[in-house]
């Protein structure tokens, strides 16, 4: 698919001398177009639509009037906007109180929070490698982990997803170098959790950093919703790094880097991302810091947020319909075509129930899915609703 599209580049050199530098853009969306590629916005009304299955509101946070509440007063209090970088005058007494309790709730000696999760990945990945150090990254790793590898000065192998033979073998093949593994925790295609325990091992046991993203399993796994490396074990421990987003369980928007005191440091003096970006904006960070004091209050939800996505999964399959095994609050079920999936998430919103849609080149197998997020508010009376609403919708071939 990629290289498809670089083709169709190396074809469209010469059409800037027609005078339209921009039509080669026209060829590009007859393909989309042709291929079932079509992306476009949807703008969702602020009062209650369809069931909502699609967004990561894993907690149903989102809504809650105490975070609402928290934003407003936070917008009031520090004003719109951070005003400038985190460097300059985009840090309030706000972040570092949410950066002591997000540190302090997953087991981290630090941390430091950044505009999105997606810059928090860049920072991370930037800034702890150098030319000529490695990069190890799992094939199935989100969009903003391979940016960050590509903007990195490293070397970066890409090994099979969730093998740690493969993580093994290539850090052994590179003895003596300095290296990074970076991965998922949980990840966003299929819902499976990453090998957490077995990859801390063999970096620990190679002097090799490992670098996690868990923005979809803060919140829903680990004691209390503490994260998928609690849940491993590794969190807080020496060569561990962690990357989560606050816009999902927490409902709120941005992200944050977690690690060892010297580690954070590092990144506010070295990670472009941080330096040059505006601070997250204080109505999101108060946001962020309620919600999190919500599930400190009411650990349950990250275990009813698990019970929705096994009861959507049992559901669905006992239909028929292949779905992967959740190891979060993801649900993943396969579609025949992009075509298909693309027609199935339009009769699902048609029969009231908003479920993503996942179809190349945003899945790195190829495969297209529905994609559907379990949320600790939904009810069992909605939860069974949904699954016949979808397993109705559900093409034909998408069956067996």
């Known amino acids: 698919m990629e290289q498809d599209r670089q083709d169709r580049h190396d074809q469209l050199g010469p059409l800037h001398r027609t005078g339209d530098p921009f039509a080669w853009t026209d060829d590009e969306a007859r393909h989309r177009e042709r291929s079932g590629l079509v992306r476009t916005l949807r703008p969702r009304p602020a009062d209650a639509g369809p069931l909502d299955l699609a967004s990561n509101d894993y907690l149903g946070l989102a809504r809650h009037p105490a975070v609402t509440g928290a934003a407003a007063d936070a917008a009031r209090r520090w004003g719109a906007g951070a005003t400038g970088s985190r460097l300059v005058t985009g840090s309030t007494a706000l972040h570092a109180e949410l950066e002591r309790e997000l540190a302090d709730f997953c087991g981290f000696e630090a941390a430091l929070v950044f505009s999105s999760g997606y810059a ?12 000529g150090s490695l990069i190890v990254s799992d094939a199935g790793n989100h969009a903003s982990i391979v940016d960050g590898c590509r903007l990195a000065r490293a070397d970066t192998v890409v090994v099979p ?15 003596g170098r300095r290296a990074l593994v970076v991965s998922d925790a949980v990840f966003s295609v299929d819902g499976d959790a990453a090998p957490l325990r077995e990859l801390a091992g063999i970096c620990r046991t190679r002097g090799a950093a490992l670098l996690v993203d868990d923005a979809h399993g803060l919140g829903v796994l680990g004691a209390g919703g503490r994260g998928t490396l609690d849940a491993a074990g590794i969190a807080g421990t020496a060569g561990v790094v962690a990357t989560l987003t606050l816009s ?17 440091d590092h990144l506010v003096n070295a990670a472009r991302t941080f330096i040059f970006d505006t601070g997250l904006a204080p109505a999101a960070v108060g946001a962020a810091l309620e919600s999190l004091r919500l599930l400190r209050r009411e650990p349950a939800r990250a275990q009813r947020a698990r019970a929705v996505a096994r009861a959507l999964h049992g559901g669905l399959t006992a239909a028929g319909l292949t779905a992967v095994r959740p190891d979060a609050a993801v649900v993943s079920v396969r579609a025949p075509s992009p075509e298909t999936a693309v027609a199935w998430a339009a009769d ?43 397993a109705a919708a559900a093409p034909a071939d998408a069956f067996g």
């Open 348 to 390: 699902c919103r048609a029969g009231g129930v908003a479920v993503g849609c996942f179809r190349p080149p945003s899945v790195p197998d190829g495969i297209s899915r529905i994609r559907l997020t379990a949320r600790a508010d939904l009810t069992d009376r909605q939860v069974a609703s949904a699954v016949r609403t979808i």
């Open 248 to 264: 999902k369980s927490l409902g709120s928007q941005g992200g944050a880097v977690l690690g060892p005191a010297r580690v954070i």
């Open 120 to 131: 928090a990945n860049l920072a991370a990945l930037t800034a702890l490698t150098a030319r």
């Open 161 to 175: 997803h969730a093998e740690p033979d493969g993580v093994r073998k290539t850090l052994d093949a590179h003895s």
